[in-house]
């Protein structure tokens, strides 16, 4: 597995090694011990999610107070600009966000921890997305904040207006927000 680091500490992209012939291919999409080792990362991952969304569709910036989630995130088809925003209020970070384009081609995955929201972009026709969660979902710390922040001013490569859920369009801005301290 090949680790690259992103401009925000904390936020890795992970390649695996992947094994391709004539018949297809095979590679590791989680090992916990190679996880580890690359990473250095103590996660216990306890729920494992499944997302498919439609073209122009705009998930996020999604976070989870008291019991923050971190997120391994891959894409099993389609393509989606991945991103995490640092959501912590006394990192040197705060505000700032980093974007990857993940997909079933390139096999990427993003390393999300604790403490950052997250969000992506449905960039074809559709996506689907696998991704495990070191803490189970709990709707009452469930929070989002407003895609479209001037303040983190995330470049969204959109065509026309993103397709949002009501919660998402409704969203506050960091100003405004429960974040983490």
């Not at 969304?53 to 019991?67: E, F, K, P, T, W």
């Not at 993003?110 to 709707?139: C, N, Q, R």
């Not at 407003?146 to 993103?162: C, F, K, Q, R, V």
């Amino acid at each position: 597995m090949k680790i690259q680091t992103t401009a925000l500490e904390g936020v890795l992209v992970l390649e695996p090694r992947i094994f391709a012939d004539a018949r297809g291919f095979f590679f590791e999409s989680f090992n916990a011990r190679a996880f580890h080792e690359a990473t250095a990362v103590e996660a216990d991952f306890v729920q494992d999610n499944h997302s498919r969304s439609a073209r122009n569709v705009l998930r996020g910036i999604h976070y989870q107070l008291v019991r923050p989630q971190g997120k391994l995130v891959r894409v099993v088809a389609g393509r989606v600009l991945d991103v995490a925003v640092d959501l912590r209020r006394s990192s040197p970070q705060f505000g700032r966000w980093v974007a990857i384009e993940l997909s079933a081609d390139n096999a990427r995955q993003m390393w999300i921890p604790p403490g950052f929201g997250h969000a992506f972009l449905v960039l074809g026709d559709s996506a689907e997305l696998l991704y495990k969660t070191t803490d189970h979902w709990i709707v009452e710390y469930d929070r989002a904040l407003a895609w479209n922040d001037p303040t983190i001013g995330i470049d969204w490569p959109l065509s026309g207006e993103p397709v949002l859920s009501p919660k998402d369009a409704a969203a506050p801005r960091l100003a405004d927000a429960e974040i983490f301290d």
